[in-house]
């Protein structure tokens, strides 16, 4: 009895197709695919670079140049610092400044130890009150209180004109606690066994055990926070009557927003030529972004760093 072979053709060719596989098994794009994918990038990138380009641009370009383009300078021909020197010679925005960094460096600071110890008691089954304070939580989290309210709640406790009321109404995000309580309660039992066998305390097994673990989560955390303080120009506004005590974000709506001329008295120093308010309204525009961005990339990599090191394997 003879039998005959016949040969097994695969639904999908690798070389007809447009597609090919690789090694393990994924499908490289065509090459139509990779210049359209290619050109949508490059466009969303142009959108986002060219815009904070021109305005870094403006802010160092000279004067005459500024005035010759009508006010947006993409490529200067040399560099001038007039602008900068002009509004942080202590002025109004390096008063502005310095609030700025210390309600965003004490907010952040205690935001995240609220949150991590508010958080710690919610994951634990045995705290008092564990699952009437979740509840509070999660109302706080579906319910906002009114504006009214917290004003008068504000003006009660003596915080009108005061910089902690910066910081106080917003010191606890009911969103932040829900993350980091939910990192917090997948945390292995038999490492929390293991501590208590040994005579660590509730406190020492956070200090020691928990916050290690979740450097992860307190770093976005700490993220939201510091980004959330360092743009806020709402509470000031509401709260904050005496404009020396402005934060920078208040600044740069008064000035640039609101397209407020910025005198000499302003700058902080008279100058012998004053630089246009444009370069000046870009200059605090820089001032307000590039701390941000220069400390989001260091975060950038604690975050990978501490979920490879904290994440627990199933």
């Known amino acids: 009895m003879s039998t005959t072979s016949v040969p097994i053709t695969h639904p999908r060719s690798t070389s007809s197709g447009?597609?090919?596989?690789?090694?393990?098994?994924?499908?490289?794009?065509?090459?139509?695919?990779?210049?359209?994918?290619?050109?949508?990038?490059?466009?969303?990138?142009?959108?986002?670079?060219?815009?904070f380009l021109g305005i870094v641009s403006t802010s160092l370009a000279p004067a005459d140049q500024v005035t010759e383009a009508g006010g947006f300078v993409l490529f200067p021909r040399d560099i001038d610092l007039t602008a900068y020197r002009s509004i942080l010679s202590g002025g109004v925005v390096s008063r502005a400044l310095l609030i700025s960094i210390f309600v965003?460096?004490?907010?952040?600071?205690?935001?995240?130890?609220?949150?991590?110890?508010?958080?710690?008691?919610?994951?634990?089954?045995?705290?008092?009150?564990?699952?009437?304070?979740?509840?509070?939580?999660?109302?706080?989290?579906?319910?906002?209180?009114?504006?009214?309210?917290?004003?008068l709640v504000v003006r009660q406790f003596d915080l009108i004109d005061s910089l902690w009321a910066l910081i106080l109404p917003t010191a606890v995000s009911?969103?932040?606690?829900?993350?980091?309580?939910?990192?917090?309660?997948?945390?292995?039992?038999?490492?929390?066994?293991?501590?208590?066998?040994?005579?660590?305390?509730?406190?020492?097994?956070?200090?020691?055990?928990?916050?290690?673990?979740?450097?992860?989560?307190l770093?976005?955390?700490?993220?939201?926070?510091?980004?959330?303080?360092?743009?806020?120009?709402?509470n000031a506004l509401l709260y904050l009557n005496?404009?020396?005590?402005?934060?920078?974000?208040?600044?740069?709506?008064t000035y640039v927003v609101n397209g407020t001329e910025?005198?000499?008295?302003?700058?902080?120093?008279?100058?012998?030529?004053?630089?246009?308010?444009?370069?000046?309204?870009?200059?605090i525009l820089v001032i307000s972004i590039v701390p941000i961005l220069l400390v989001y990339p260091f975060l950038q990599r604690h975050f990978t760093k501490g979920v490879l090191t904290g994440a627990v394997k199933g």
Request: overall charge positive; hydrophobic content about 55%.
């Open 104 to 151: 965003t460096g004490a907010g952040t600071l205690l935001s995240l130890t609220l949150t991590a110890t508010l958080a710690w008691a919610l994951s634990r089954r045995g705290t008092v009150a564990n699952k009437q304070m979740l509840l509070l939580v999660l109302v706080s989290l579906l319910f906002a209180p009114g504006l009214i309210p917290t004003y």
């Open 262 to 283: 910025m005198g000499t008295s302003e700058m902080g120093a008279a100058v012998e030529a004053a630089p246009p308010q444009t370069t000046i309204q870009m200059a």
């Open 174 to 217: 009911a969103f932040n606690v829900i993350v980091v309580r939910a990192f917090f309660v997948n945390l292995p039992e038999e490492l929390i066994d293991a501590a208590r066998i040994d005579g660590a305390s509730e406190w020492q097994i956070f200090r020691r055990i928990a916050l290690p673990l979740s450097r992860a989560v």
């Open 219 to 234: 770093a976005v955390v700490g993220l939201f926070y510091g980004v959330n303080y360092w743009n806020a120009f709402f």
């Open 18 to 51: 447009p597609r090919k596989r690789r090694a393990g098994g994924l499908e490289t794009a065509g090459p139509v695919e990779r210049i359209f994918k290619t050109t949508v990038l490059t466009v969303a990138c142009a959108l986002v670079v060219i815009p």
């Open 242 to 253: 005496d404009a020396s005590k402005w934060p920078l974000q208040m600044v740069l709506r």
